[in-house]
């Protein structure tokens, strides 16, 4: 419970109609897509930047942790507060879009905007924001940022930190600091822009955000071509790649996804498929969008694709599109209980790395469905398992673990979008060594000497 002097202090600060630490909202702000619980004392809605800044300046006095929030749609638990205290969100008033500068190209926005509602917007003007998180329909551009969101078309447009050009932010202690400027270039001191990207709420608390976007194309198709096997369909991710194809999405269902799929929502797709590809190509002239599709369909079919549809209508692209925005959901008759991890390889380790980690599913006897972007070698590995059974859940987490090792071991990493919050905390001494590990708690110490922002996240 939050002490009555404190509340009081929060009250003055943000005003009694934006503090509660009713029961109602204890538990609305204590889960994610984790589904992992944990309460907070109260959770305050500020009006604007000032706000935050005197609720950091007072919770640094008093010894108050903070966890920042936008939707609550991670996948990691780094929007949990694990450690009770306040949780900061943003929906209720930070959600404004500041301005669209259609000369420079370029978006100022405050945390709690949701995704999906900039690229309705900027794109009525002629323009594009690309990243499209699969949460992009209520995901927060504030959430996106701190966790470095990916999504579909990052093959061809890159991630989130690729479109952050400026932040507005507090520190700790309450200070207001400017990371980056509206310019395309700038190599003016130390790139605190980048730092903040991906630091899940643990350094500053992200306030305004200056994004980049880029014109609109004017025409698109998509596309699925249907595999053997996994491994023809990886080998033809990086050689179609190598031979000049640039599909805004390359993504990729195994044939146990395809399985759950025709199981669970009676898509037809092929019955002997080893493993689909579906995407996207686009751009500004036809003949750019039918070379792209005509380069990916040569080098497909001399990697073993037997079947190659094309769609360019909207309604054609929607059905080539509806088995692979519905599959996670799908894999769940494989066990009631899925360990989701987004790990991510160099595209050229893909069908050494799918490879090793069905071996890891069938030594544990587990089924391991896996999909995901392997246009940029990320995939999301599923291992199912009976949530009702401890040693299950034992030997499920085992198994992950030597997933993670196998992927590092090939030059990968253990998320490529999803980030490390909680879930993935345990494992970060896999990834990097002592003399990392000992640099990245120096930031943290620099940034938030009394480690309230969002601490145990990322293991910091």
Same mark, same amino acid.
């Given at each position: ?43 305050? =809605?500020?009006?604007?930047? =000032? ?410």
């Amino acid at each position: 419970m939050l002490d009555k002097k404190y509340f009081k202090a929060f009250q003055n600060i943000v005003g009694k109609e934006n503090i509660f630490d009713d029961k109602a909202h204890m538990i609305a702000y204590s889960y994610d897509a984790t589904r992992e619980r944990y309460e907070p004392d109260a959770v305050l =809605f500020p009006k604007d930047e =000032f706000d935050v800044s005197n609720i950091l300046k007072y919770c640094n006095e008093n010894q108050i942790v903070i966890t920042p929030r936008g939707a609550g749609s991670g996948f990691t638990g780094g929007a949990l507060p694990a450690n009770g205290g306040i949780v900061l969100a943003f929906e209720k008033h930070m959600n404004k879009i500041l301005e669209i500068d259609t000369k420079n190209m370029l978006a100022i926005v405050q945390p709690g905007v949701v995704n999906m509602d900039l690229q309705r917007h900027v794109e009525e003007l002629g323009l594009f924001y690309p990243p499209d998180p699969a949460s992009e329909q209520y995901s927060t551009l504030g959430g996106n940022v701190s966790e470095n969101a990916g999504g579909m078309r990052a093959a061809k447009y890159g991630i989130t930190k690729d479109y952050v050009m400026a932040l507005r932010a507090v520190l700790a202690n309450g200070d207001v600091i400017r990371a980056g400027k509206r310019t395309i270039k700038d190599v003016a001191g130390y790139n605190v822009a980048g730092i903040l990207t991906a630091s899940e709420g643990t350094l500053a608390v992200i306030t305004e955000i200056t994004l980049k976007l880029l014109p609109k194309p004017k025409y698109a198709s998509s596309y699925m071509a249907v595999f053997p096997s996994v491994e023809h369909a990886m080998n033809a991710v990086f050689k179609s790649l190598s031979a000049g194809a640039n599909p805004v999405a390359m993504e990729f269902i195994d044939a146990l996804s395809v399985r759950a799929i025709k199981e669970k929502l009676g898509v037809e797709l092929p019955e002997d498929a080893g493993a689909l590809l579906i995407g996207d190509v686009d751009g500004n002239v036809k003949e750019e969008v039918a070379f792209q599709i005509e380069t990916l369909q040569k080098s497909f079919e001399e990697n073993g694709c037997y079947t190659f549809d094309v769609a360019q209508e909207k309604e054609k692209r929607e059905k080539i599109w509806y088995a692979r925005r519905n599959v996670s959901q799908c894999v769940t008759v494989y066990g009631s209980k899925k360990l989701n991890e987004d790990i991510s390889v160099p595209r050229s380790k893909l069908p050494e790395a799918l490879n090793k980690i069905y071996k890891v599913g069938e030594k544990y006897g587990f089924n391991v469905p896996c999909f995901g972007h392997a246009g940029d070698g990320n995939i999301h590995v599923n291992v199912m398992v009976d949530g009702s059974n401890p040693k299950q859940l034992e030997n499920g987490h085992k198994a992950i673990e030597e997933v993670f090792q196998l992927v590092v071991d090939m030059g990968g990493t253990l998320s490529g979008e999803h980030g490390i919050g909680l879930s993935k905390a345990p494992f970060m001494e896999i990834a990097f060594n002592k003399a990392e590990l000992t640099l990245f708690k120096s930031l943290k110490k620099a940034f938030d000497p009394n480690n309230i922002l969002n601490p145990g996240k990322m293991g910091l």
